[in-house]
Structure formats: structure tokens, C-alpha cells
């Protein structure tokens, strides 16, 4: 197993990835990339705990959502399965869980202080922190023709991974105004949602 991790996970994070593995009696299943999740747990019928985890994403990325699959696991273990799925009994575990990894020797230094501000509460998915989602993007590997919301002028259009059209409007607060163009709805993005800019 450690050989299959160490193309998946910062090196010096392995070791401890695979003692949480075995310990918790994981089965984790490395998988194609799935467009809304990262990663997923489920206790099967059988008892046995299956974690999915996308192949596509960056050593960083992966662990934290490993771990963030983990903490389900831990939680409702721990708590009983009537806790919110990311309630305070989860953000309690996965900051626990995850402390031990934020560290010069696990993430790059541009990024500790981001993962040290995300996991004073962290959220059901660190991709609504768009600050820490644009940093952690800079360590992908896989490039693509998609840009952030945030980049692209007021007023262009883009589509979603689902085909759906977007025309983007102002900036509220922290997420953009963006109407639907097949029915005028509008919707809110975050900054970092990643999307195709039609020409």
C-alpha cells in the first residue's frame, strides 16, 4: 500500500496516511475523477468502511480529502450515525486528524498559513475557500482550459461541466451574480468555481 500512496500523497505523509488506513480498516479505493465530489465514504452492509478518493487530484488535494473521508468515518464511529455528516462532531475530528499533517514537511510554505486559517473551522468542502482552492490548484499537474470565475470580465458567458450557461454579473460579498441564460435565473458562484468561458 505504501508504494501505491507515495504516487498520491506528499511523501512525508505516507506513513501516518497508512497507519489512519489499517487502524480505521479502510478500503480505499482510488477512482476516476468524478466532477462534484472529491471523495466519498459509505459503510457498507458487510461492515467494512469504503473511502473513494479521485485519482486526478494533487498530493495536496488528495490529502485532505483522504483525511476528510477519514473523519466521517471516525466521527460517526465515535459519535453515533444521527451527527451531521459535516456538523461539529466531523469539524472536531477532521481538525484533529488533520493537525498532524500541517507542517513544513507536508505542504508547501505558501500554503500553511491558508490550511492553518481553513481548519480553524473547516468547511464540507475546502473548495468553497477560494483562497485556499486557487493556492492548492497551483500544484496540479493536469492543466486545463477552464478558468475561475473570478478571472473572466463582467459580462462574458461561460458553461458548467453539466452544458448550462452562465453570463456573469457583480460581485456580492465573497461569490459573483450570474444569470442563467436559457431561463434568467440568478445564481451565485464562488470565485473559484471553475468553468469554460465561451468566446
Excluded at 27 to 43: A, S
Aim: with cysteine; hydrophobic share 35%.
Amino acid at each position: 500500500m505504501d508504494e501505491i500512496l507515495k504516487k498520491y500523497l506528499p511523501e512525508y505523509s505516507v506513513a501516518s496516511c497508512v497507519s489512519l488506513i489499517q487502524n480505521n480498516r479502510v478500503h480505499l479505493k482510488i477512482v476516476n475523477e468524478r466532477v462534484t465530489r472529491h471523495g466519498d465514504y459509505r459503510k457498507m452492509p458487510d461492515g467494512r468502511h469504503k473511502i473513494t478518493v479521485n485519482a486526478s487530484l494533487n498530493k495536496y488535494r488528495f490529502l485532505m480529502t483522504l483525511i476528510h473521508e477519514i473523519a466521517h468515518l471516525v466521527a460517526f464511529e465515535k459519535y453515533g450515525r444521527r451527527i451531521k455528516p459535516h456538523g461539529v462532531e466531523w469539524k472536531r475530528t477532521f481538525q484533529e486528524l488533520m493537525l498532524p499533517f500541517i507542517r513544513p514537511e507536508v505542504f508547501p510554505s505558501s500554503v500553511l498559513p491558508l490550511m492553518a486559517r481553513h481548519f480553524r473551522n473547516p468547511k464540507a468542502s475546502s473548495s468553497t475557500d477560494a483562497q485556499l482552492a486557487i493556492a492548492l490548484k497551483k500544484f496540479d499537474t493536469q492543466h486545463s482550459d477552464k478558468s475561475y470565475v473570478y478571472e473572466l470580465p463582467l459580462g462574458s458567458v461561460f458553461r458548467l461541466y453539466n452544458g448550462k450557461l452562465f453570463k456573469k454579473g457583480n460581485r456580492r460579498v465573497k461569490r459573483y451574480e450570474c444569470t442563467e441564460v436559457a431561463t434568467g435565473r440568478l445564481f451565485l458562484f464562488q470565485p473559484n468555481a471553475e468553468v469554460e468561458p465561451i468566446d
